[in-house]
């Protein structure tokens, strides 16, 4: 069915963009299960390739990951598996009714390795210096962009990375004031400092690109 491709996530994005804006909520104020159900609905799951999309990132067990707009947890709990038994996943969000969410479906998945951290808007507060910062249709989100990809440089250690999964020309609906280009991250990320590192033409509608501190 056609409604499986990028069509859905946006019209799905932009039903909640339309429903948030029309009743003025912020993220504090959205209904936090009702939210977690619409990221994990299955047709989003499938369109955004989780696994294929950690898969690219090459993790090894014992490395210490971020995801940064951690959500509902999709991505986090595959990102622990992936560095898992001795590493560290940590799932960060502005949204603490979120974050209880991602510790009940880590427990309700045997996962032991995942860890929430509450975030200020502007810093992800991280306990240390990590080796991959993930984000995934999250960076439109951050204040200041230049000001978040600094702020970044300081959490990742020499040679970690930072991976960025955000839309391309198909932007959801409501999401006019945010929208920004891969070029305009490649500015942010290598102005902060980063070296352009892979880039991939998955998942649909997106572009997927890390970037790497120098060692
Ligand atoms: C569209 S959801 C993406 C969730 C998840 N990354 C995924 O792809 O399934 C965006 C998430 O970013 C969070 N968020 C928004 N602004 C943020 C900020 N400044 N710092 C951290 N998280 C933020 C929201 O609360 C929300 O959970």
């Known amino acids: 069915m056609k409604l499986r491709d ?14 948030l804006a029309l009743a003025g909520l912020g993220a504090q104020q959205r209904d936090p299960a009702e939210y977690a159900r619409f990221l994990e609905n299955r047709d989003r799951v499938e369109r955004m390739e989780v696994r294929r999309v950690v898969e690219a990132l090459g993790l090894t067990p014992g490395q210490l990951v971020v995801d940064l707009g951690s959500g509902s947890g999709l991505f986090t709990r595959a990102l622990a598996r ?9 799932a960060v969000d502005i949204d603490p009714a979120l974050l209880t969410i991602v510790e009940t479906s880590a427990k309700r998945s045997s996962i032991k390795n995942l860890t929430t951290v509450l975030a200020a808007p502007d810093d992800p507060k991280l306990p240390q210096t990590v080796d991959l910062i993930f984000i995934c249709d999250t960076f439109h989100h951050l204040p ?21 999964i955000d839309f391309t020309n198909d932007w959801p609906g409501g999401h006019d004031a945010m929208r920004y280009t ?34």
Do not use: H
């Open 82 to 90: 992936a560095v898992a038994p001795t590493g560290t996943a940590y």
């Open 6 to 19: 990028a069509s859905f996530r946006n019209a799905a994005l932009a039903v909640c963009g339309f429903v």
């Open 144 to 164: 200041d962009k230049p000001a978040y990809a600094r702020t970044l440089y300081r959490y990742v250690k020499p040679g970690g990375r930072v991976a960025v």
């Open 182 to 215: 891969a070029d305009d991250l490649e500015g942010w990320m290598t102005a902060a400092g980063f070296l352009r590192d892979q880039s991939f033409d998955f998942p649909k509608n997106s572009f997927y690109i890390t970037y790497k501190k120098p060692q």
